[in-house]
């Protein structure tokens, strides 16, 4: 790891002036990722602020229908609180399976949806619940902040701070897990809406990251069974190819996938 | 330079390293606690899990100033005045190691997944567990006897490994 100056936040506005003194600074949430490129020296940022310690972006609370994390809340809270298994169990399911149980205690939300990498788990989830991201300038609908491969709607200094959902009617997450890795090779989310409207959403197998399938979504919601997904087709053009699976094989884990997620949502 | 100060196995310690300093080297190179392994470097093997205010964490990835006012446990405060914690006897009754460069995180995987699932554990949650945690001796069965073992001795009543 190249030599980097470690800062402390306290508050979210301490957080954006520190990032902000000097434009080759990282904001540091759980460092799952961000540390391990570090040290294989693929990035460089000259100085790091720690999000860890700013109270009001972590925690979840539940109001009505709607659900607020804090961005800086770790996987492990968000797999383990009751609030979430009861109002979006999927959700619950999805933060379980992220990396190992050591990953959990540190990797945040937050930090995951700022990296957006195409096999995350977070992305599908936060695009097929129609999630808002709020940052401290704005919010932004998860159709509009996921923007491609490793990049997102934020400007330069932009801090997420948390996101918030309403609760579907139904949902669920299917993951077919790199064997070593244990990142989605591909990772299917599907919501039904409160309005009868159902949203798809695919990790892991797109060429230009997360991405929501119209063609599943019309079905689902004429009707909701792994049955309905049966007649549809997923085209292959976009999707990844690489020495882990063929862009085929992926097409088939994206239909395959649905249907057990379609399964879990009940 | 960063100056860094946290209780280490009830103990208060503090030093002076760089910023990009993880907490695995801290431990190991300022505090000369190498029980602590480093074993792939890369966030993937747990042979440097720790405990971190409670919770088990890899301390390759994480910066020695990110534990700034920590409580850290590392293998060698499991022991208590010369007598094995129970997971520590247990992975011994039951040779849950070959050549043991995996286990000082192996053990302290198992004391967290213990705390945390308490008389929940069983064989398929302790093999789903131990997903951060690479050994490549021992094939993990005796491990997960070991743990399953530990769990039950702890007063938890876990289930016994399938044989």
């Given at each position: ?96 399976h ?23 788990d ?101 009707n909701?069974?792994?049955?309905a ?5 997923v ?10 699976a ?21 | ?38 074993g ?8 440097c ?29 499991l ?12 992975f011994?009754?039951?040779?849950g ?40 001796c ?16 702890m ?9």
């Amino acid at each position: 790891m190249y030599a980097t100056n470690y800062h402390r936040a306290s508050s979210v506005e301490d957080a954006v002036k520190l990032a902000t003194a000097n434009d080759e600074t990282k904001y540091l949430a759980g460092g799952q990722t961000l540390l391990p490129t570090m040290k294989q020296r693929l990035a460089a940022p000259s100085d790091l602020v720690d999000l860890r310690h700013i109270a009001s972006m972590k925690g979840i609370s539940v109001n009505g229908g709607t659900i607020r994390i804090g961005a800086a809340t770790p996987h492990a809270d968000v797999a383990n609180s009751k609030e979430v298994a009861s109002a979006c169990p999927g959700l619950a399911h999805l933060a379980a399976h992220i990396g190992d149980p050591h990953v959990r205690h540190m990797g945040t939300i937050g930090g995951s949806i700022a990296n957006n990498d195409p096999a995350a788990d977070y992305p599908a989830g936060l695009m097929a619940l129609n999630a808002t991201i709020v940052t401290n300038k704005r919010s932004i609908s998860a159709d509009d902040f996921f923007t491609g491969m490793f990049d997102t709607a934020l400007e330069d200094g932009e801090l997420v701070v948390a996101v918030e959902i309403t609760a579907p009617s139904k949902c669920g997450y299917a993951k077919f897990p790199n064997p070593a890795s244990r990142y989605a090779m591909t990772g299917v989310f599907v919501a039904k809406h409160g309005d009868g409207s159902v949203r798809v959403a695919v990790t892991g197998a797109g060429s230009d990251g997360v991405f929501r399938h119209e063609g599943m979504e019309q079905a689902l919601a004429s009707n909701f069974s792994a049955e309905a997904l049966d007649s549809v087709t997923v085209d292959d053009a976009d999707l990844m190819s690489d020495i882990h699976a063929s862009s085929a094989y992926r097409a088939n884990l994206v239909k395959v996938m649905a249907r057990r997620a379609v399964a879990a949502a009940g | 330079m960063a100056n860094v100060s946290m209780t280490v196995n009830g103990r208060s310690v503090s030093g002076q390293c760089e910023d990009r300093t993880l907490l695995v080297q801290f431990i190991r190179e300022n505090l000369g606690l190498t029980g602590t392994h480093v074993g792939c470097d890369t966030s993937q093997c747990g042979a440097c899990v720790v405990h971190v205010d409670g919770k088990a964490v890899k301390s390759c990835t994480m910066l020695a100033a990110q534990a700034d006012g920590s409580e850290v446990v590392t293998i060698e405060g499991l022991a208590s005045g010369g007598e094995l914690h129970p997971v520590q006897a247990a992975f011994r009754e039951h040779h849950g190691l070959q050549c043991g460069f995996c286990t000082p995180g192996m053990i302290m995987s198992a004391v967290d997944m213990i705390e945390r699932h308490g008389g929940q554990l069983d064989e398929k949650t302790v093999r789903a567990e131990l997903e951060g945690n690479i050994c490549r001796c021992t094939g993990y069965h005796n491990i997960v006897k070991a743990v399953l073992d530990a769990a039950s001795k702890m007063g938890d009543g876990a289930k016994v490994a399938a044989e």
